[in-house]
T-cell receptor
Framework: RKEVEQDPGPFNVPEGATVAFNCTYS??????FFWYRQDCRKEPKLLMS???SGNEDGRFTAQLNRASQYISLLIRDSKLSDSATYLC??????????FGAGTILRVKS | EPEVTQTPSHQVTQMGQEVILRCVPI?????FYWYRQILGQKVEFLVS????????KSEIFDDQFSVERPDGSNFTLKIRSTKLEDSAMYFC?????????????FGPGTRLTVL
């Protein structure tokens, strides 16, 4: 089983749509969780950390379910500039980040 | 805003040659990392480095790889004898502290092409 699993997409949505991405992780000892964004041929950039209580940053909401080992990201009112690959990332407790393969989002006008 | 920088942006080399990829982490950061991303695949951890020592490394980071902080600003990744399968984007990252909750800031990457 992959350490971090994501639906690769692509998700093709119109501007203004709400879109949700899911991610599962295999190691129950995982300690911290993140969503990163990666534009084509660029470096990953932190979008937000994910907490058990859920957290929101503007149009973005992240949720963590430790019991199900499941992480989600909700994007409301999608913009063209949201088009990117969204990476689910897990830290097992050391310094090593474990990345999912990413979910491609394409927002169209 | 401080950022991680990497040079060169693109390196082309012949199989069997040595390459050195260079990174300048954010100045007050103490922890340094290398990751790689083969085209079309996920980002993979290679190594973490603190206080002039490797603190963790992956199975990918075998004897042909080494890291060094030769001075107070640079952090390098050396590949001794490159193979075709080393072709990838190599990202350097740094963080202020260690541990699960500290953000790692990534550089723009060096694209390594091995012919």
């Amino acid at each position: 089983r992959k350490e971090v699993e994501q639906d690769p997409g692509p998700f093709n949505v119109p501007e203004g749509a709400t879109v949700a991405f899911n991610c599962t992780y295999s190691n129950s000892a995982s300690q911290s969780f993140f969503w990163y964004r990666q534009d084509c041929r660029k470096e990953p950039k932190l979008l937000m950390s994910v907490y058990s209580s859920g957290n929101e940053d503007g149009r973005f909401t992240a949720q963590l379910n430790r019991a199900s080992q499941y992480i989600s990201l909700l994007i409301r009112d999608s913009k063209l500039s949201d088009s990117a690959t969204y990476l689910c990332v897990v830290n097992l407790g050391g310094n090593k980040l474990v990345f999912g393969a990413g979910t491609i989002l394409r927002v169209k006008s | 805003e401080p950022e991680v920088t990497q040079t060169p942006s693109h390196q082309v080399t012949q199989m069997g040659q040595e390459v050195i990829l260079r990174c300048v982490p954010i100045s007050n950061h103490l922890y340094f990392y290398w990751y790689r991303q083969i085209l079309g695949q996920k980002v993979e951890f290679l190594v973490s480095f603190y206080n002039n020592e490797i603190s963790e490394k992956s199975e990918i980071f075998d004897d042909q790889f080494s890291v060094e902080r030769p001075d107070g600003s640079n952090f390098t990744l050396k590949i001794r004898s490159t193979k075709l399968e080393d072709s990838a984007m190599y990202f350097c990252a740094s963080s202020t502290l260690a541990g699960s909750y500290n953000e790692q800031f990534f550089g723009p990457g060096t694209r390594l092409t091995v012919l």
